[in-house]
């Protein structure tokens, strides 16, 4: 622990003035041995002694009589510039003399007397002249350096940066206390930073934790060190002051209150450093983002608007007290009363889109949201970020007409599908019954070659009509909803095995349902959908006897069909083609089709709002998967406006 060392006193200086030697040498003995703190200074002449003279000196004691000057006049001349104590110690005095001195501003008078013992009243009077003369000048000096500290106080307000701090703090050490060698170190969370130093001084990290005192003093060998810690709540810094003789006590009043004054401006200059750094960082936030930002006043007038308001074509300067409104297009005035709302009372919001007109006067959509910055109660300012959503817009636009043609576009192509189908279907006709009548009536005139010829003709104009058929069904998917109702599953396999009988019966097929449910949805395209999944897996079977088995989970969001066969099977990498139009694979080339089952089929689940897939290995059959989302029958009826097929439609 440092310990709170006090200098000796300082000796009370004494000069004596008298032109025997005697004398002096007599009153020097006996002064200095009944109170050793005097230091007695003997000189024989008034010139001696005013050389000798200065604030230090605590009292003279001079002779009446002298050869160049009487005590008097030397007294006047002392008091011109010291006010030093005097006191005329005489031999021949008479109380006139004495009247006299005390007139021309001696303090005091003292008998010369034959009897030594006089010393000791002499020594009394002295000692108390000078300890009263010594406490008011260290009150005058006190004075002087609080005079001093007082008139820098605003050099020490003002100091902006932590350099500044410690360039005053020494200013005021050097001008005011006298002190000219010392380091200011500045203290952040138990780092000792220094900061600067004056005159010569020792390179010392303070052990904090041995500072108990904010001010104490320590002897390093023949250098004497004043740690003046500078404190406000904590310890902000540290001012060590070094000389070669130990400190006085009395100065720690002015130094406690500069360490106190120092320790705040510390304080102040690092909330101005942290708030700059925050303020630097909130502008190049600001300044970088994309968005435009603004601060209004509650009322709506620009405070602050960001550099990107350029991308509307407008100066931030320019814009600087002018209300936000002002750039708003008429039409869109309404919209954006909910923010001068909100700005007045306190509530953020954010209006998704309105125009604004650019410097330049081209329109700009924007998109604007605001936080109000409200402290007790009262609305400060309003922070808004404004969005350029102009490229958006145009996007959206361009992409709505682009559905829009596309929808059109598509529907044309069924209608087109279902005109040209329907339209192929007469000459069809007429090809199929001149085939009936020619197999009818003709077959036996017919050589072997023109029976084959016409065998050709109906086996192509089957297939035709098979082609013509999914054509118009496919095109009716897109096109025709059908009614919701709730369909048996079960009893629609039945009636799927009924129209399958023929291929059934030729191949001793074998169709079993499993777990079938009852659930609303459109029963003509679910049955579609079953049937060719259900034909395709006797069609591409060898197995003996092939066999299909329909199967269904519910699940949480609806339900999911398997139609599983134990058929040719599918080779995986084929998977994403087969649900193309009139994809036929490969190695099936020999079995009958047209290559659009498995595409309606995926239409079909597609506008049910379901999904199909197929998981299959070559060899070892098929399993087509596909679900068809609950549907609620209520919301049903009301959602979907639909209307049946006409029988006429179906038929066709
Ligand atoms: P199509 O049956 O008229 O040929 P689909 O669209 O119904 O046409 O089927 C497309 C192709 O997918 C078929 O030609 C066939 O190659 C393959 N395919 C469909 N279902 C099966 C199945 N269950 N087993 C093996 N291959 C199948």
């Given at each position: 622990m440092t310990e709170r060392v006090l200098p000796p006193t300082d000796k009370y200086v004494v000069l004596h003035i008298d032109d025997e030697d005697e004398q002096l040498f007599f009153a020097k003995t006996f002064l200095e041995e009944s109170d050793p703190s005097f230091d007695i200074v003997s000189v024989k002449t008034s010139k001696e002694l005013l050389d000798q003279l200065d604030e230090h000196v605590d009292c003279i004691v001079a002779d009446y009589?002298?050869?160049?000057?009487?005590g008097m006049d030397l007294c006047k001349i002392v008091k011109e510039t010291f006010n030093t104590p005097f006191i005329m110690y005489t031999g021949r005095g008479s109380e006139v003399v004495a009247e006299a001195a005390f007139q021309s501003g001696v303090d005091d008078y003292v008998r010369k007397e034959a009897d030594p013992s006089h010393y000791q009243l002499l020594a009394r009077r002295i000692k108390s002249h000078a300890e009263a003369y010594r406490s008011k000048r260290e009150e005058r000096q006190y004075q002087e350096r609080l005079e001093g500290v007082r008139q820098n106080l605003n050099l020490i307000a003002s100091a902006s940066s932590m350099d500044d701090v410690a360039s005053i703090t020494f200013k005021i050490m050097e001008d005011i206390m006298g002190f000219n060698r010392g380091a200011f170190i500045y203290l952040e969370d138990g780092v000792q930073t220094p900061i600067q130093s004056i005159g010569e001084t020792p390179d010392i990290q303070w052990d904090l934790d041995e500072l108990d005192f904010d001010i104490s003093q320590k002897q390093l060998e023949d250098l004497w060190a004043l740690i003046v810690l500078l404190r406000m709540d904590t310890v902000h810094g540290i001012l060590t002051i070094f000389q070669d003789k130990p400190f006085n006590p009395q100065d720690y009043p002015i130094l406690e209150a500069v360490s106190l004054l120092v320790a705040q401006a510390i304080t102040r200059v690092m909330q101005i450093e942290t708030i700059s750094a925050s303020e630097k960082q909130f502008r190049s936030i600001v300044e970088n983002v994309q968005d435009i930002i603004i601060l209004t006043k509650p009322e709506g007038s620009i405070n602050y608007i960001s550099p990107s308001a350029e991308a509307f074509q407008y100066k931030p300067s320019e814009l600087l007290d002018r209300m936000w409104g002002e750039l708003v297009l008429e039409e869109d005035m309404d919209k954006i009363t909910e923010f001068y709302k909100g700005s007045l009372s306190g509530k953020k919001g954010k209006i998704n889109e309105y125009r604004i007109r650019g410097g330049d006067d081209m329109i700009h959509w924007v998109s604007h949201s605001w936080t109000p910055v409200v402290v007790d109660g009262v609305v400060k300012q309003v922070v808004s970020a404004v969005n350029d959503i102009t490229w958006r817009k145009k996007i959206e636009s361009t992409l709505y007409n682009s559905m829009h043609e596309l929808e059109k576009a598509n529907k044309d192509l069924n209608d087109f599908t279902h005109i040209v189908s329907h339209d192929l279907k007469a000459p069809l006709m007429t090809i199929e019954s001149f085939s009936d009548f020619l197999l009818e009536d003709y077959f036996d005139v017919l050589d072997e070659m023109g029976q084959e010829y016409l065998d050709s003709i109906i086996k192509a104009s089957n297939n035709m009509r098979e082609l013509i058929d999914n054509l118009l069904t496919l095109s009716r998917v897109g096109r025709i909803d059908t009614e919701y109702s709730q369909v048996d599953i079960s009893e629609l396999l039945d009636e799927i095995k009924i129209e399958l009988k023929p291929q059934m019966e030729m191949k001793n097929a074998i169709v079993a349902g499993q777990n079938l449910p009852t659930l609303v949805t459109q029963r003509t395209w679910i049955k579609q959908v079953l049937m060719n999944l259900v034909g395709n897996g006797i069609k591409f079977n060898e197995t003996n006897p092939p066999r299909v088995d329909v199967s269904c989970v519910e699940t949480s969001e609806g339900y999911h069909f398997r139609v599983k066969d134990n058929g040719i099977g599918i080779p995986e990498e084929q998977y994403e083609h087969l649900f193309k139009l009139f994809q036929r694979l490969e190695h099936t080339k020999r079995y009958p089709g047209t290559g659009a089952g498995l595409s309606i089929c995926k239409k079909i689940v597609d506008s049910l709002g379901g999904e199909i897939w197929v998981e299959s290995q070559e060899g070892y059959g098929s399993t087509f998967n596909f679900t068809i989302p609950d549907e609620d029958i209520e919301s049903v009826d009301d959602s979907h406006e639909a209307f049946e097929v006409s029988a006429e439609e179906l038929v066709e």
């Amino acid at each position: 622990m440092t310990e709170r060392v006090l200098p000796p006193t300082d000796k009370y200086v004494v000069l004596h003035i008298d032109d025997e030697d005697e004398q002096l040498f007599f009153a020097k003995t006996f002064l200095e041995e009944s109170d050793p703190s005097f230091d007695i200074v003997s000189v024989k002449t008034s010139k001696e002694l005013l050389d000798q003279l200065d604030e230090h000196v605590d009292c003279i004691v001079a002779d009446y009589v002298m050869p160049d000057l009487n005590g008097m006049d030397l007294c006047k001349i002392v008091k011109e510039t010291f006010n030093t104590p005097f006191i005329m110690y005489t031999g021949r005095g008479s109380e006139v003399v004495a009247e006299a001195a005390f007139q021309s501003g001696v303090d005091d008078y003292v008998r010369k007397e034959a009897d030594p013992s006089h010393y000791q009243l002499l020594a009394r009077r002295i000692k108390s002249h000078a300890e009263a003369y010594r406490s008011k000048r260290e009150e005058r000096q006190y004075q002087e350096r609080l005079e001093g500290v007082r008139q820098n106080l605003n050099l020490i307000a003002s100091a902006s940066s932590m350099d500044d701090v410690a360039s005053i703090t020494f200013k005021i050490m050097e001008d005011i206390m006298g002190f000219n060698r010392g380091a200011f170190i500045y203290l952040e969370d138990g780092v000792q930073t220094p900061i600067q130093s004056i005159g010569e001084t020792p390179d010392i990290q303070w052990d904090l934790d041995e500072l108990d005192f904010d001010i104490s003093q320590k002897q390093l060998e023949d250098l004497w060190a004043l740690i003046v810690l500078l404190r406000m709540d904590t310890v902000h810094g540290i001012l060590t002051i070094f000389q070669d003789k130990p400190f006085n006590p009395q100065d720690y009043p002015i130094l406690e209150a500069v360490s106190l004054l120092v320790a705040q401006a510390i304080t102040r200059v690092m909330q101005i450093e942290t708030i700059s750094a925050s303020e630097k960082q909130f502008r190049s936030i600001v300044e970088n983002v994309q968005d435009i930002i603004i601060l209004t006043k509650p009322e709506g007038s620009i405070n602050y608007i960001s550099p990107s308001a350029e991308a509307f074509q407008y100066k931030p300067s320019e814009l600087l007290d002018r209300m936000w409104g002002e750039l708003v297009l008429e039409e869109d005035m309404d919209k954006i009363t909910e923010f001068y709302k909100g700005s007045l009372s306190g509530k953020k919001g954010k209006i998704n889109e309105y125009r604004i007109r650019g410097g330049d006067d081209m329109i700009h959509w924007v998109s604007h949201s605001w936080t109000p910055v409200v402290v007790d109660g009262v609305v400060k300012q309003v922070v808004s970020a404004v969005n350029d959503i102009t490229w958006r817009k145009k996007i959206e636009s361009t992409l709505y007409n682009s559905m829009h043609e596309l929808e059109k576009a598509n529907k044309d192509l069924n209608d087109f599908t279902h005109i040209v189908s329907h339209d192929l279907k007469a000459p069809l006709m007429t090809i199929e019954s001149f085939s009936d009548f020619l197999l009818e009536d003709y077959f036996d005139v017919l050589d072997e070659m023109g029976q084959e010829y016409l065998d050709s003709i109906i086996k192509a104009s089957n297939n035709m009509r098979e082609l013509i058929d999914n054509l118009l069904t496919l095109s009716r998917v897109g096109r025709i909803d059908t009614e919701y109702s709730q369909v048996d599953i079960s009893e629609l396999l039945d009636e799927i095995k009924i129209e399958l009988k023929p291929q059934m019966e030729m191949k001793n097929a074998i169709v079993a349902g499993q777990n079938l449910p009852t659930l609303v949805t459109q029963r003509t395209w679910i049955k579609q959908v079953l049937m060719n999944l259900v034909g395709n897996g006797i069609k591409f079977n060898e197995t003996n006897p092939p066999r299909v088995d329909v199967s269904c989970v519910e699940t949480s969001e609806g339900y999911h069909f398997r139609v599983k066969d134990n058929g040719i099977g599918i080779p995986e990498e084929q998977y994403e083609h087969l649900f193309k139009l009139f994809q036929r694979l490969e190695h099936t080339k020999r079995y009958p089709g047209t290559g659009a089952g498995l595409s309606i089929c995926k239409k079909i689940v597609d506008s049910l709002g379901g999904e199909i897939w197929v998981e299959s290995q070559e060899g070892y059959g098929s399993t087509f998967n596909f679900t068809i989302p609950d549907e609620d029958i209520e919301s049903v009826d009301d959602s979907h406006e639909a209307f049946e097929v006409s029988a006429e439609e179906l038929v066709e």
